[in-house]
């Protein structure tokens, strides 16, 4: 999931929940498998975390076909104490925004879907390229 940082630690910032949520506003169109990938989780993790992210009215699921597309409701707000009255929709835009140049992001701001972008088969072949290359040696 994450590299040490060099003081021991291998720790992210946000939760598995977090990167679940920033993946799919990233692409509402990703399948469980790329949002595993990307995320540094399993599948069957993804799966509960979607699950729970949608009992809990963060996102919706609509079947289109054989695929699943994700809607996010930005206006949801955080569920700590600490981000009491904060929305989720500037944050996402945020995180989304970084990687696709800000279509996704802009999309999660006005509440609509994203659509795909070509880049995201090469970020994921780089997330998956990250999980099986072994570390480099310290020679």
Do not use: N
């Amino acid at each position: 999931m994450s590299e040490p940082d060099g003081r021991g630690g291998t720790w992210t910032l946000l939760t598995g929940h977090g990167h679940v949520l920033v993946e799919i506003a990233r692409d509402p169109e990703a399948r469980i498998r790329d949002i595993a990938t990307v995320a540094g989780l399993t599948e069957r993790a993804v799966q509960a975390i979607v699950a729970d992210l949608e009992a809990a009215g963060y996102l919706t699921r609509t079947r289109t076909g054989r695929r699943t597309v994700y809607t996010v409701d930005p206006d949801m707000f955080f569920r700590h104490p600490a981000q009491e009255g904060h929305r989720v929709g500037p944050f996402l835009a945020l995180l989304a925004a970084a990687d696709d140049a800000g279509k996704a992001g802009k999309a999660v701001k006005a509440g609509k879907q994203a659509a795909p972008e070509g880049s995201r088969r090469g970020m994921i072949r780089r997330a998956r390229s990250r999980q099986s290359t072994p570390p480099a040696s310290g020679r």
